[in-house]
Protein backbone atom coordinates (compact mmCIF):
# COMPACT_ATOMS: atom_id res chain seq x y z
CA UNK A 1 0.00 0.00 0.00
CA UNK A 2 1.01 3.26 -0.94
CA UNK A 3 1.54 5.70 2.00
CA UNK A 4 0.95 8.49 0.09
CA UNK A 5 -2.55 7.57 -0.29
CA UNK A 6 -3.32 7.12 3.28
CA UNK A 7 -2.97 10.83 3.71
CA UNK A 8 -6.36 10.63 0.97
CA UNK A 9 -7.97 8.40 2.07
CA UNK A 10 -7.94 7.87 5.98
CA UNK A 11 -6.02 8.57 8.71
CA UNK A 12 -2.47 8.92 8.43
CA UNK A 13 0.31 6.41 9.66
CA UNK A 14 2.91 6.91 12.19
CA UNK A 15 5.24 9.71 11.61
CA UNK A 16 2.64 11.59 9.50
CA UNK A 17 1.07 13.49 11.44
CA UNK A 18 1.45 16.80 10.01
CA UNK A 19 0.05 15.66 7.07
CA UNK A 20 -3.03 14.52 8.95
CA UNK A 21 -3.48 18.48 10.15
CA UNK A 22 -4.81 19.24 6.75
CA UNK A 23 -7.90 18.03 4.98
CA UNK A 24 -7.34 17.34 1.05
CA UNK A 25 -8.94 20.50 0.32
CA UNK A 26 -7.00 22.67 2.96
CA UNK A 27 -3.76 21.24 1.53
CA UNK A 28 -5.12 22.61 -1.86
CA UNK A 29 -5.66 25.84 -0.70
CA UNK A 30 -2.57 26.30 0.90
CA UNK A 31 -0.55 25.16 -2.22
CA UNK A 32 -2.59 27.75 -4.28
CA UNK A 33 -1.28 30.43 -1.98
CA UNK A 34 1.80 29.45 -2.38
CA UNK A 35 2.15 29.10 -5.64
CA UNK A 36 0.17 32.55 -6.44
CA UNK A 37 2.69 33.96 -3.49
CA UNK A 38 5.42 33.20 -5.70
CA UNK A 39 6.78 29.93 -5.11
CA UNK A 40 5.18 29.03 -8.90
CA UNK A 41 8.22 30.57 -10.48
CA UNK A 42 10.72 29.24 -8.43
CA UNK A 43 9.12 25.60 -9.06
CA UNK A 44 9.24 25.97 -12.69
CA UNK A 45 12.83 27.53 -12.55
CA UNK A 46 13.78 24.53 -10.43
CA UNK A 47 12.22 22.40 -13.14
CA UNK A 48 13.89 23.65 -16.03
CA UNK A 49 17.02 23.39 -14.17
CA UNK A 50 16.53 19.91 -13.89
Known sequence: QDAGIDFWTGPSPPGRTSDAMFSPEQ???L???ALSSGMKNELYISDVQE
Open 31 to 33: LNK
Open 27 to 29: QVD
